[in-house]
């Protein structure tokens, strides 16, 4: 009884996150200037310390070295991470200009700079 609970629990909130993802994303594209000219991958990460510099590093590889060049940016959006995933975003932002790290609350504003940029 305790397992289908918990297997309840989580289930709510997996969904709940994944709801939340949908909706800023939604909100980015309804209430900002988003130029439609590139690709723009956004990226959600919690507690990703052991895995986001090895996954971030293979998607430039692709960039640099594949066919992918409508990609404009990678955006990394942090979700409250408690580990040292802001820190290697930090890094990695500095080393690639590609590469730009934020929280959900800041997310708007990057977008809309990307659109002056362009």
Do not use: H, P
């Not at 594209?29 to 310390?49: M, P």
Request: glycine letters at 4%; a negative charge.
């Amino acid at each position: 009884m305790l397992d289908f609970i918990l297997n309840g629990v989580f289930w709510v909130l997996a969904l709940y996150g994944l709801f939340e993802i949908i909706k800023n994303i939604l909100y980015i594209f309804t209430y900002t200037k988003f130029k439609s000219d590139g690709i723009y991958v956004i990226v959600a990460a919690k507690n990703q310390e052991n895995t986001i510099e090895g996954f971030l590093r293979t998607f430039l590889f692709r960039l640099m070295y594949g066919k992918e060049e409508e990609i404009k940016d990678i955006i990394v959006v942090d979700l409250d991470s408690s580990d040292e995933t802001m820190k290697i975003l930090s890094k990695l932002s500095k080393d690639y200009e590609s590469i730009k790290f934020i929280n959900w609350k800041d997310c708007k504003e990057v977008i809309d700079s990307i659109k002056e940029s362009n």
